[in-house]
């Protein structure tokens, strides 16, 4: 079946370090592929997506790329902040068919000052 | 702010006992699902409606239903309730139902079983 695998959390960081959350996904076909965040008390936000291969995602210094060959979508940064902490989730999803998004267990991320 | 409200925030109840939890989408998004988020199965995918009717089902337990009304609100009821579907109930919501568009999440609502 189609499933999403994360690092495992949590992740603790220093701010300005440079953050890698690894993802990588087992799917029949080529998904859409996406990273949401989950700040506390609230709801998953879209945080960057890529659509296929080699695709780019890229947002609030966030970058993820779609990597066919590795079946990858590695979330990165390069300097986090501590407004970053949150927790990320990989998801994946079909243009055909369902619309359901199939997620990743979530990475706690925790920077501190 | 997504724009999709979900009621109530939370919820604790005992087991055997039914709930319903409430998602308003987003003013205009026609296509409406819910996810259910517990510790030990993650976030999972129960199940879609689309402008009133079913579109796609997941995970979703017998003993839950769902359904999306006129005005495009939605609930989800949950009966004979199990310790283990304590979780955080997650609507999200979409212009249509296709591929392209973004699901925006409401901000859940914390169901406890006691």
């Known amino acids: 079946g189609n499933s999403v695998t994360q690092m495992e959390g949590p992740v603790t960081l220093s701010e300005e370090a440079f953050l890698t959350i690894n993802c990588t996904y087992t799917?029949?076909?080529?998904?859409?592929l996406f990273w949401y965040v989950q700040y506390p008390g609230e709801g998953l936000q879209l945080l960057l997506k890529?659509?296929?291969?080699?695709d780019k995602g890229s947002n609030k210094g966030f970058e993820a790329t779609y990597r066919k060959e590795t079946t990858s979508f590695h979330l990165e940064k390069g300097s986090v902040q501590v407004s970053d902490s949150a927790v990320y989730f990989c998801a994946l999803k079909f243009v055909q068919g369902a619309q359901k998004l199939v997620f990743g267990q979530g990475t706690r991320l925790t920077i501190n000052p | 702010d997504s724009g999709v409200t979900q009621t109530p925030k939370h919820l604790i109840t005992a087991t055997g006992q039914r709930v319903t939890l409430r998602c308003s989408p987003r003013s205009g998004d026609l296509s409406v699902y819910w996810y259910q988020q517990s510790l030990d199965q993650g976030l999972q995918f129960l199940i879609q409606?689309?402008?009133?009717?079913?579109?796609a089902k997941g995970n979703i337990l017998e003993r839950f239903s769902a359904q999306q009304f006129p005005d495009l609100h939605s609930e989800l009821n949950l009966s004979s309730l199990e310790l283990g579907d304590s979780a955080l109930y997650f609507c999200?919501?979409?212009?249509?139902?296709?591929?392209?568009?973004?699901?925006?999440f409401g901000p859940g609502t914390r169901l406890t079983v006691l």
């Open positions: 890529a659509t296929k291969a080699d």
């Open positions: 999200a919501s979409s212009a249509s139902g296709r591929s392209y568009n973004e699901q925006f």
């Open positions: 409606y689309y402008n009133g009717e079913e579109r």
């Open positions: 799917a029949t076909g080529y998904p859409s």
